[in-house]
């Protein structure tokens, strides 16, 4: 049976988090004077519910490559979170067809007392790989980080941009239908950002569908041919991205 082509679908999408031991009076006004962070509702239960995203609509086929714009707090990873399928919508629908790598928390399921080798293995079913997958690739990542002999030693023994290069390494070592990205990834040194660089690019070109949130306009309009701007939770339509200049003006 032939599958779906990749295509995103999102209607009405609606998310709202309970926020606990907060007086509602002075999260509101704490939200005002930000302004972002979505809409307060009423208290109840001893908390008080933030809408995150408000009836967000959009549709992506293959292709498409959307850029999403706003202020921090404007909803922007909460959107890329929901497509990936943290999130549950409590209004609305997403329909997602294709395998989705979402790059959005490269720390995310790495354990300190485990190898670098078996962080690979941990990091690699958390972006969707098989254990098989994982094997398959585990040669070639292994060597893209470039680490050698300290993949044997315990993680907590690597410093930060050690880290860094091995969560990278594994999370663009996903074949993905469909790319979500908080912000461009850059890690590690000069000669590393390079590699690093080319490896994204590549997995970025044979992506379906690429959703990038990121504040640096240039790189939008170099990598996205769609724009859409969130603020407080609210989104635009989704425009070309010629028009980018004109959804910035009216932020």
């Known amino acids: 049976m032939k599958s779906p082509p990749v295509s995103i679908s999102v209607s009405d999408l609606t998310l709202r988090f309970p926020v606990y031991g907060v007086d509602a009076k002075s999260l509101k006004k704490h939200l005002a004077r930000v302004t972002v962070g979505g809409r307060l509702g009423s208290p109840h239960a001893g908390s008080t519910e933030v809408t995150a995203l408000s009836n967000v609509s959009l549709e992506l086929r293959a292709g498409d490559r959307l850029g999403l714009i706003g202020h921090n707090g404007s909803g922007k990873t909460t959107l890329l979170r929901a497509l ?41 079913r958390i972006a969707g790989l098989t254990a098989k997958e994982i ?54 040194d000069a000669d590393f950002q390079k590699m690093a660089h080319r490896r994204l690019l590549n997995l970025v070109e044979r992506a379906g569908i690429l959703v990038l949130a990121s504040h640096d306009t240039e790189l939008l309009r170099l990598y996205c041919n769609k724009v859409m701007r969130l603020e407080g939770g609210v989104a635009s339509q989704v425009v070309s991205i010629r028009k980018l200049n004109e959804l910035l003006a009216a932020a």
């Not at 790059?103 to 354990?111: A, E, K, P």
């Not at 893209?144 to 907590?156: N, V």
């Open 84 to 124: 990936s399928g943290a999130y549950e919508p409590d209004e609305g629908q997403i329909d997602v067809h294709g395998r989705i790598a979402a790059l959005l928390d490269l720390g995310l399921g790495i354990d300190p007392s485990a190898t670098g080798l078996d962080n690979i293995r941990l990091r690699g």
């Open 135 to 188: 094997e398959e690739k585990m040669d070639e990542i292994a060597t893209f980080t470039g680490l050698g002999p300290f993949l044997a030693m315990p993680l907590k023994t690597y410093s930060a941009g050690m880290q860094a290069r091995l969560a990278f390494a594994v999370s663009t070592s996903v074949e993905a239908d469909v790319l979500l990205m908080d912000e461009w990834i850059s890690v590690g």
